[in-house]
Nanobody, 123 residues
Framework: VQLQASGGGLVQAGGSLRPPCAAS????????MGWFRQAPGKEREFGSA????????AYADSVKGRFTISRENANNTVYLQMNSLKPEDTAVYYC?????????????????WGQGTQVTVSS
């Protein structure tokens, strides 16, 4: 099982990014997907999640209304549309997947993790 996050970068406050996370190795549509992030000196935290079907989503309060998670099961890819970025969004962003919903919403450690992509928001 492999998860490959990409599409991070340096952006000014108020800008947008849409990093994808590509999955391989197991049937993508069987898994819930989540995005987590870890800022310097802080613990990794839950950001957003989407169910295997795409019908259910969840967001941390810190990103609600600004970030949108989506998935394309045919392409084995999950996306995180990040708008109105703030300097406090600066972090390494990780995608993860699990068959357990509670794992991808931060209630437990997901079984599979990607390697992370750096997002830096300048003020």
């Amino acid at each position: 099982v492999q998860l490959q996050a990409s599409g991070g970068g340096l952006v000014q406050a108020g800008g947008s990014l849409r990093p994808p996370c590509a999955a391989s190795g197991r049937p993508f549509g069987n898994y819930h997907m989540g995005w987590f992030r870890q800022a310097p000196g802080k613990e990794r935290e839950f950001g957003s999640a989407i169910s295997w079907s795409g019908h259910s989503t969840a967001y941390a309060d810190s990103v609600k209304g600004r970030f949108t998670i989506s998935r394309e099961n045919a392409n084995n890819t999950v996306y995180l549309q990040m708008n109105s970025l703030k300097p406090e969004d600066t972090a390494v962003y990780y995608c993860a997947r699990d068959i357990r919903w509670r794992a991808v919403v931060g209630g437990d450690d997901p079984l599979y993790w990607g390697q992370g992509t750096q997002v830096t928001v300048s003020s």
